[in-house]
């Protein structure tokens, strides 16, 4: 079997970790992985059939009682719900006040570290969460964290109409007991609170040559002309 390679993205909500997984993996040709999602699609299974959040058995009952299938799509991880693509609903309001607990649960996140993991056997991965560096592929030598001041986050949850206390979830995913929201030893840290998608995917790309990452050791992979902002 081919080994594979994943870059792990770690950050707080609305650091601009996802924009900037989706083009590193873009330019890369590797398959982007959003592991809140996974989360997101969990903690949807529970707020729309009225089971607490904090009920951890029986959010795992309906792990267990409903089909959940993470996939490919699109060179992206999808997610089936009983064969429903729930996307339109995963930054659905009662979603975000609830995630961080469902995240707390153990078991559910064994299950889906399982899965995350899983897809490492037949992709190459830009990997995207909260412990991805940390728990989910500590062995990786690709390591990136990145952050934004709280005034720029909070401001660009509010540029996507979300309602979203990012506090309060930071808290709670710093917080908690299995796998919280740390940065790796041998992470690198980036803030991006004054940088655009590209000015942080290149500087992860400078990094990964430093590294002597494979694919990049005949000079850049792209020349980015769009300067987009997180
Ligand atoms: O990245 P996001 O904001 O969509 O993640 C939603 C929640 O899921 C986040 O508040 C904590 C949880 N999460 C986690 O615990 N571990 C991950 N690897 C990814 C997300």
Known sequence: MAEHLVIAIDGPAASGKSS???ALAQ???FLYVNTGSMYRAVTWLAVSRGVPADDAAR???L???NEVRFGVTDDESSIHLNGVDPSP???DERVNANV???ATIQEVRQRLVALQRAYLEEHDLVMEGRDIGSAVFPGTPYKFYIDASPEVRAMRRQKQGVQDSISARDKQD???RASPLIIAEDAHVIDSSHLTIDGVVGEIIGRLKLKGF???QNGPVANPQVHRTI
Do not use: N, Q
Request: charged share 20%; proline share 4%.
């Open 20 to 22: 900037v997984a989706k």
């Open 27 to 29: 330019r890369l040709s």
């Open 59 to 61: 959010v795992l009952a």
């Open 63 to 65: 792990l267990d009682e």
């Open 89 to 91: 609903y995963l930054l």
């Open 100 to 102: 961080s607990t469902v």
């Open 174 to 176: 710093s917080g908690r």
């Open 214 to 216: 494979p694919f990049l």
